[in-house]
């Protein structure tokens, strides 16, 4: 399969270098399934020189949030997020884990406070690979199974 060209849209977003088989998940995540979440465009499992086989997501007339863009840096850790105006890239960085994560990600302990009242929930990242991460309130661990179903 031909390398893809990052700047094929006009205005928009490319999620590139995402773990191969991560894509969907990070289009879950940014509910861009739904109708009219913008044009979108999944390439998977194309080849790679540093991750080996990656995904990558286009997104044409959407820029993303901070918050969308922690949500993708749990999910895939290696992305890139290429900003596109007028085919060209405008800008480019790497996703980052922050050191503490809120309101994004809901605690998988279900006597937790911050499941019951209006809590924002907040997390410490204990461990970056593997991800781990460590309630505020309950002190509950998290690892990265569970932190995708609770995204
Ligand atoms: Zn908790």
Not at 17 to 42: D, Q, S, T
Not at 87 to 105: M, N, R, S
């Amino acid at each position: 399969m031909a390398e893809l060209k990052v700047t094929a849209i006009r205005e928009g977003t490319v999620i590139d270098h995402i773990p191969a088989g991560k894509g969907l998940k990070v289009i879950e995540i940014l509910r861009l399934n739904r109708p009219n979440g913008g044009v979108l465009l999944l390439a998977s499992n194309v080849h790679s020189g540093k991750l080996g086989r990656k995904d990558i997501v286009k997104i044409e007339g959407k820029f993303l949030s901070e918050e969308e863009v922690n949500k993708i840096a749990l999910i895939a850790p290696t992305a890139t997020v290429n900003i596109v105006r007028d085919y060209k890239v405008a800008e480019k960085f790497k996703v980052e884990i922050p050191d503490e994560i809120t309101g994004i990600l809901r605690c998988a302990n279900p006597n937790c406070v911050s499941n019951h009242e209006y809590t924002v929930s907040k997390f410490y990242v204990v461990s970056r690979e593997p991800l781990k991460v460590r309630c505020h309130y309950c002190e509950r661990t998290m690892e990265e199974e569970e932190i995708l179903r609770n995204l």
